[in-house]
């Protein structure tokens, strides 16, 4: 079902589900209620190109109003499909497939959006040592399915949130007392955590390669500003590059030697993918 893909857990796929349907039903469908509550069919028609993502959410949405209904999916989680492809057909009753129409379609044009714009920029580093990472710039409550579409847009995730990797950047510097303090404090507390280190100049950058640490991400550093930070750093610790990228100037980040890119816009500048759900039977191809 996942095609490979490992999403989030069936109760945090419920939970947005609920939270969505709850949001957009409220009291009940008052539109819907004037349909005859009979079996119908209907089908989903992807209307531009696009890296599919999102299907464990739209049939929850389908599933919690219409437990007997069914999906039949013509495409796998994470496949690139092309304009006018039909990716599913289903079955069931045709109060529940109106009502759910709209919550099933904006996850999966929302996640769609998000496996698309990664694969474009995935596509774009190609051949390169450079992976590409998100950022914690998701919508607010969509984290681990924005996350999980990074994923299968063939990006890696960075920190899920403020808990899994100790990340210093110029607050939790300044606030330390300066960077080989604020590295020494995060290895006393939390030793068992990866530790990314923020540095804003090249003397920064050597003091953290002094430090030590598992990822140094250099904000904003120009064109040869980089390039001496690839060389300083000569492959001793990993380079992550962040901030002012964007896919025209990729490929050139990439090839200047940096290990990781971090790009907000991929969760952030979000464009919904064109999808629409019509009663009936798909038309002839």
């Known amino acids: 079902m996942s095609g490979g893909f490992e999403p989030p857990s069936p109760e945090s796929i419920a939970a947005d589900v609920a ?11 008052v539109t819907a209620a004037l349909l005859p509550d ?9 209307k531009e190109d696009a890296v599919i993502c999102g299907r464990p959410w739209f049939d929850a949405c389908h599933r919690a109003l219409d437990p007997e209904v ?3 999916w013509r495409i796998a989680e994470g496949d690139r499909v092309g304009s006018g492809t039909v990716l599913a057909t289903l079955q069931g009753r045709a109060r529940a497939l ?3 129409e709209r919550t099933s379609l904006n996850f999966l044009q929302t996640l769609s959006a998000t496996a698309t714009v990664t694969a474009a920029h995935v596509e774009a580093v190609r051949g390169t040592g450079a992976r590409i990472l998100d950022t914690r710039k998701t919508i607010p409550g969509l984290r681990l399915a924005q996350k999980y579409a990074v994923r299968v847009g063939g990006g890696l995730n960075h920190r899920i949130g403020l808990h899994d990797q100790v990340m210093l950047k110029e607050n939790h510097v ?3 007392g300066g960077l080989a303090a604020a590295i020494r404090a995060a290895r006393a507390m939390h030793p068992g955590l990866p530790l990314i280190v923020e540095v804003e100049t090249p003397a920064q950058l050597v003091e953290a390669l002094d430090e030590g640490c598992d990822r140094i991400l250099i904000d904003d550093f120009d064109l040869g500003t980089r390039r001496d930070a690839v060389r300083i750093a000569a492959g001793r610790i990993p380079l992550e590059v962040s901030g002012g990228v964007d896919l025209a100037g990729l490929r050139a980040i990439a090839e200047d030697g940096v290990d990781y ?3 907000g816009a991929l969760t952030k500048h979000v ?3 064109d999808l629409s759900l019509k009663l009936g039977p798909p038309p002839a191809p």
């Open 70 to 72: 069914g999906i039949d």
């Open 98 to 100: 109106v009502s759910a």
């Open 38 to 46: 009979a079996g119908d069919t209907a089908y989903l028609l992807c």
């Open 19 to 29: 939270r969505a349907l709850a949001e957009d039903l409220g009291s009940g469908d």
């Open 174 to 176: 300044r606030a330390a």
């Open 261 to 263: 890119i971090s790009i």
């Open 271 to 273: 464009r919904a993918i």
